[in-house]
């Protein structure tokens, strides 16, 4: 990825006097917008491309995302927070277009979505709305200011529950169990029928459970908020023998960002992962009791799932992103771990 250094006062005066639509040329500066800007990965995403000289649009609705979540970022020159919701048809393509008639955009990286599998099993429409009409609006106004190249947060979701052996990309029929991972599904289909039609490139990121700072969801955000109100006791959703494959949020930016650069399809999809089998629910549990209140007892449901539409056992197998040369700093164990007191920290307990 070429790295554009900015021009501060041209770009400044670019945010105040919005220019006419115009075609990107070779050596001008571009824009990346970055959609779920205001959460856990988006914010990191942002700030990434933005350190790196990129003027950058942040969309986000600020749903299960905060302005926190973008503090030093909002003031910044580089970066442009759009409050927009991306299921509005409308709104996006407004928004859109406005953003791409001041500095063109060169790239999407739509990391909005709704994170909450289990509030999408309550309510399917929250999956529809926040994941799939959310992609369908920003390829439509990729496709209509010519925007040629998406990358898409997807999920390991997508393969439903494939029992224990490590889960490679070319499996099927691929069968998701949540509504969550049906429209991560279905958002996969209608960026591989756009790529088949207008879309120059798309990358395809299949995120196992990722860890780390900001929070705003996971089990280990629920059990520190969990010990918080009861300090003495953590109850914990099913068995604790649910074991997932964890991926701290600095590796995983680093996986996205190496295949932008290093892979080479026009539609690429990629498992992110540590490559080990993950850890069980009851390492997270004990580790955090051990950060956040020493002694306190751990009381255990008996379901094998913490709740319907959770897949209890996945592993990765890694070998794709592997083979081009990527390797993760942590594995699942040292990635709870080190996110374990990053989420004790930032929810005050130290
Ligand atoms: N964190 C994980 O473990 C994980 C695992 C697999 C896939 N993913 C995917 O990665 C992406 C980022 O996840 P995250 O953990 O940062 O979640 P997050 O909830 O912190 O971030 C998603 C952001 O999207 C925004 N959003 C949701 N619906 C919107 C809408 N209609 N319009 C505008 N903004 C909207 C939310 O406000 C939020 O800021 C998501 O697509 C998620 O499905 C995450």
Redesign the pocket.
Known sequence: MEVVIAQSERLKAQKLAPTKKRQIGLGEPHAILV??A?????SKLARLFVDRGYPVFG???????SRQNLSGLLTHERFIFEK????DAGAVRSRFMDCHSRIPISEVWH?????DIAAGIADASVDL???FL?TFNVLNAMKEAGVPFLAF?????VYGDLGEAPIREDVGPLLPVSNYGAM?LASEALISAAVENWLARALLFR?????GVPA???VILDFVRKLRITPNKLNVLGSGRQQKAYLHVNDLIDAIVYLRANASERLGYYNIGPGDNGVTVSFIAETTVGAVAPGAGIEYGVEDRGWTGDVPRFSYDIAKISALGWRPQLGSADAVRKAVGEIVRQEGHL
């Open positions: 959609s779920g205001a959460g856990f990965v988006g969309f986000d609705d600020l749903s299960r995302g927009v919701d991306l299921s990391m909005a979505a709704n994170s709305r926040d994941t959310s947060a997807s999920s390991s979701a991560k995120f196992p459970n990722v860890i705003t969801h996971g």
